[in-house]
């Protein structure tokens, strides 16, 4: 799934214009676009690396929680900010904290106690779990260069069990 997919927004490839003011129009429009969207995700991951930093920092030594965990694995951490960085603005900002093993842990819960979805993110491999209602998923993703598609699909399925609820459905 792409951004484009998932959102509704206006594509100037849908403007048939062809007079210099359309040209102008266009070109204004883009430029807003590219800002103002760039400005919201830039402070969308800023906020979710200072989180992830700060779970780091917590997690920084052995024995951080007092009961034999380990430190927080760089390498983990790497590939946690990339898939932090991967997952489209769309989706829900997770809770970020350090797992006693030294993975990184991203947890998305919802209003509904049913509802969930985690990944414990190590430094090659990503562990999931999802928990929709009556069903359950989960799972072990080699990670490579980008968000595994069956993430993505699994935090959009998220999304629509709340929107759902939120509609009045079952």
Do not use: C
């Amino acid at each position: 799934m792409t951004i484009a997919d998932a959102t509704p927004y206006v594509s100037v490839s849908d403007d048939h214009g062809l007079s210099s003011e359309a040209a102008r129009l266009r070109a204004r429009f883009q430029a807003g676009q590219t800002r103002s969207a760039s400005i919201v995700l830039d402070d969308r991951y800023r906020t979710i690396v200072q989180q992830l930093d700060a779970a780091v920092a917590e997690a920084s030594s052995p024995d951080w929680n007092g009961y034999g965990a380990e430190a927080a694995d760089p390498r983990a951490v790497n590939v946690a900010r990339r898939i932090l960085r991967g997952i489209p603005s769309i989706f829900p900002v997770p809770e970020i904290a350090i797992d006693p093993d030294g993975e990184v842990n991203l947890e998305w819960l919802t209003e509904l106690p049913d509802v969930a979805f985690t990944m414990s993110i190590g430094p090659r491999e990503i562990s999931y779990a999802g928990l929709y209602g009556k069903s359950r998923t989960h799972g072990v993703e080699e990670f490579s260069s980008s968000v595994p598609r069956i993430i993505l699909a699994n935090l959009s399925r998220l999304v629509r069990e709340v929107a759902r609820h939120r509609r009045g459905g079952t």
